[in-house]
């Protein structure tokens, strides 16, 4: 609970004193191929693998003959929307990009480099973190995006290839009953996701204190208290939004 | 000129610094001496502002550092330069670009002139062609030269150093005395040096506060260290054998 409270309060400290608007396009920019670019090549696997398993195991528990086969293209698009494009890839964000921000912030915390900064004039949490938080705004979004694509391709490649569902049948299933609001959805939750990632890993590798070993329960910490935020906050928003 | 009054500062109950008074001045090595877990990292960290003290205050030429707005708190600080203990160079940055970090965040110099001064602060400190290598592939007494530049490229007007030659060889560790000596001295700079190394003391002890279990119980330069009359000042000097030959040879 305590921590909680510390948390609230180390966001606030992102905005006050803040340095020149300049300063941090260029850190957000760094910061946005490190966090974005860097997560492309999991995110692109996963996802595809993703798409395929449920495009398999949905046709693997079709049994009735009522059930046409286009619906195998239906639930993979609304699966992978509304939850396995935005909280799937959270889970593996908060896994690369929370342990990474949390360790970088935890191993500049203990060899002083924080302190370096607050001497010299600069508000260290703002000029450290804010910049990871805006990108990872930025770039997540985009990431479930391409998520949510690759996933669909994946379970379209795997459902033809094995042949449950024709590709014909497998796009009619995609197209029927659009519904564009769980897009907007997919993607506010991506927002949210991306914020209490990226957050909660910088508080938890900003206030590090001790050597090489607490780095290491930072990182972990880090990856277990977002894997929590997200669930808790997918719960959250599907109760506010639907 | 820096003084400090009456600095008082205890953690989750433990009182570790009691009413420290200190005043010291421009253009000499000030050096802050004493056991490990004494203080001494506390109180550099509070006189620079890492930490708040519980009581006290830091003045630096008269400004009230401790219970100043955060305008005055930033614009002492921007004086201000620190060699930490490890270097604490920036690791995903250069050494270029760690010496030029405080011009960036600082000053608005133009381009070049930043990279004139980074070089000639590079050179005071005996380092050429090194500025596009990683911390990461220096060794430790050149992190702690590039940590000298860094400290300086802004004409800061005081020099903090916590155990510059920790982790050295007593000849680099010399050598690294010696520069902070110099630079102090060619640049007037009030310059705080926190050691446990006998060997500084007697190098570039212009003036000495002895702090022992957070008090200050000694005050004086290294002329007159050797025949102080204070037990727990003497425990430490003569802790070490040399020391101990030293004296009595006279
Ligand atoms: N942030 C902190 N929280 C709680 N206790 C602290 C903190 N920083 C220092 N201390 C305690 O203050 C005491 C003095 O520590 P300090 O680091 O100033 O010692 P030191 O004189 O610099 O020793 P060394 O020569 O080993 O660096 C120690 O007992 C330490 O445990
Ligand atoms: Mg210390």
Redesign the interface.
């Known amino acids: 609970m305590r921590s909680i409270g510390k948390y609230f309060m180390f966001l606030r400290l992102l905005f006050v004193?803040r340095?020149s608007i300049r300063?941090y396009i260029r850190l957000i920019f760094d910061e946005s191929i490190k966090i974005g670019v860097n997560s492309v090549f999991i995110v692109v696997i996963i996802s595809v693998f993703i798409g395929a398993v449920t495009a398999i195991q949905t046709a693997y528990n079709l049994v009735s003959p009522l059930i046409k086969e286009y619906i195998i293209g239906t639930i993979v698009r609304d699966m992978t929307i509304i939850e396995l494009a935005p909280t799937i890839t959270a889970i593996v964000f908060a896994g690369k990009v929370g342990s990474n921000i949390a360790g970088e912030l935890g191993?500049?915390r203990i060899?002083?480099?924080v302190?370096?900064l607050?001497?010299?004039?600069?508000n260290s949490a703002s000029y450290l973190v804010l910049p990871k938080i805006i990108a990872s705004i930025i770039t997540y979004p985009m990431l479930v995006t391409l998520a949510g694509f690759l996933s669909i391709w994946g379970g379209y490649v795997a459902g033809t290839l094995t042949g449950v569902v024709t590709p014909e049948d497998y796009i009619y299933g995609i197209r029927i009953d659009f519904i564009e609001f769980n897009i907007v959805m997919a993607l506010i939750k991506a927002v949210v996701f991306a914020f209490l990632v990226s957050s909660i890993s910088s508080f938890q590798g900003y206030y590090t204190r001790g050597g090489a070993l607490e780095v290491g329960i930072a990182s972990t910490t880090a990856v277990t208290n977002s894997c929590i935020a997200i669930l808790l906050a997918d719960y959250l928003l599907a109760q506010l939004l639907v | 000129m820096i003084e400090i009054k009456n600095i008082n500062k205890s953690f989750d109950g433990k009182q570790v610094l009691f009413n420290i008074d200190g005043n010291f001045k421009p253009g000499q090595t000030n050096l802050i001496i004493g056991a490990s877990g004494t203080g001494k990292s506390v109180l550099l960290?509070t006189i620079?502002?890492?930490i708040e003290p519980d009581e006290g205050s830091v003045i630096f030429d008269g400004r009230n550092f401790t219970q100043g707005d955060?305008q005055l708190?930033?614009?002492i600080?921007?004086e201000?330069g620190?060699l930490?203990?490890?270097g604490?160079?920036?690791?995903s940055k250069n050494v270029e670009e760690n010496v030029r970090?405080?011009l960036?965040?600082?000053s608005n110099m133009p381009e070049d002139e930043k990279l004139d001064r980074v070089n000639f602060c590079l050179q005071r400190v005996g380092l050429e062609n090194v500025n596009l290598k990683m911390p990461s592939e220096i060794s430790g007494g050149m992190k702690k030269r590039v940590g000298i530049a860094r400290a300086i490229v802004n004409n800061s007007k005081y020099l903090?150093c916590d155990e510059p030659n920790s982790g050295l060889d007593p000849q680099t560790a010399i050598l690294i005395d010696h520069l902070i000596r110099e630079i102090t001295y060619e640049y007037n700079i009030t310059t705080i040096v926190v050691t446990h190394d006998m060997n500084s003391v007697i190098e570039i002890g212009d003036h000495i506060l002895f702090v022992f279990k957070g008090q200050n119980l000694w005050e004086g330069t290294k002329n007159d260290i050797l025949d102080a009359d204070v037990k727990e000042l003497k425990d430490f000097i003569y802790a070490n054998r040399l020391m101990l030959a030293l004296k009595e040879k006279g």
């Not at chain 2, 604490?88 to 690791?91: E, G, V």
Request: charged share 30%; glycine share 8%; no cysteine.
């Open positions: 004193n340095e300063t191993t500049m060899t002083e480099q302190d370096a607050e001497v010299m004039g600069v | 960290k620079v502002g890492l955060r708190r930033t614009e600080r921007q201000i620190m930490f203990q490890g604490a160079l920036f690791d970090f405080p960036d965040m600082l903090f």
